[in-house]
């Protein structure tokens, strides 16, 4: 089975420092990281993915991630937070073994981090 | 960039009415979903669906629930009879293949069950 924890409801910070958003994850094969962000009353947004390759991702709105196998994170960070980016932080995983029989497997979410930037 | 989308974003219904969400996902896209989001809680997996039949399903999705997709552009979410725990906010997303791990959510359609 796959699993995501996020073990902070809530982050803040203040504005111009860096920031980071925790992501743990548990599947049996090689895993597919997302981070997806959800402000008020709208859908969810990709930020970005790990599928493999370098472990330092890059994704929209100067946001990376960095993949870690040993410790099964995929911690989100930015590393100048705005304002703007308060907001809800999904990490979701898909486990690349359930992938690999052609199933159309689903994402499976943490709870979600509310961040706060504060000016 | 392409966008899924869903109407309508809000729907009020009493309860053990029947009610369909629909989406339109990317046009080119052969996989589909359906998730809900309860107030408050995480984002929950209730169905995926390609070549016009489901491919798995969650156990949030019982006989109450069915999908459909009528023509070549939409896809629906019915519930046949609400209930008050039903309310959520319910997404549909769509991706390119099953295998393509970049799923597109929709805005979302939001359910209230009075």
């Known amino acids: 089975a796959q699993s995501v924890a996020q073990p902070e409801d809530q982050v803040n910070v203040a504005e111009g420092n860096p920031l980071t958003v925790k992501c743990t994850y548990s599947?049996?094969?090689?895993?597919?990281l997302f981070w997806y962000v959800q402000y008020p009353n709208r859908g969810l947004q990709f930020l970005l993915k790990?599928?493999?390759?370098?472990?330092l991702v890059k994704g929209s709105y100067g946001f990376e991630a960095e993949f870690n196998k040993s410790q099964t994170s995929f911690h989100l960070k930015k590393p100048s937070a705005l304002v703007s980016d308060s907001a809800l932080y999904f990490c979701?995983?898909?486990?690349?073994?359930?992938?690999?029989?052609?199933?159309?497997?689903?994402?499976?979410f943490g709870s979600g981090t509310q961040l706060t930037v504060l000016p | 960039e392409p966008e899924v989308t869903q109407t309508p974003s809000h729907q009020v219904t009493q309860m053990g009415q029947e009610v369909i969400l629909r989406c339109v996902p990317i046009?080119?896209?052969?996989?589909f979903y359906w998730y809900r989001q309860i107030l408050g809680q995480k984002v929950e997996f209730l169905v995926s669906?390609?070549?016009?039949?489901?491919?798995?399903k969650s156990e949030i999705f019982d006989d109450q629930f069915s999908v459909e997709r009528p023509d070549g552009s939409n896809f629906t979410l019915k519930i046949r009879s609400t209930k008050l725990e039903d309310s959520a906010m319910y997404f549909c997303?769509?991706?390119?293949?099953?295998?393509?791990?970049?799923?597109?959510f929709g805005q979302g359609t939001r359910l209230t069950v009075v």
């Open positions: 997303a769509s991706s390119p293949t099953g295998v393509t791990p970049k799923a597109f």
């Open positions: 599947v049996s094969g090689n895993p597919y």
């Open positions: 790990y599928i493999t390759g370098d472990n």
């Open positions: 979701a995983v898909r486990d690349e073994a359930i992938i690999s029989s052609g199933s159309a497997r689903q994402l499976t």
């Open positions: 046009s080119n896209h052969l996989y």
């Open positions: 669906f390609y070549n016009n039949e489901i491919s798995e």
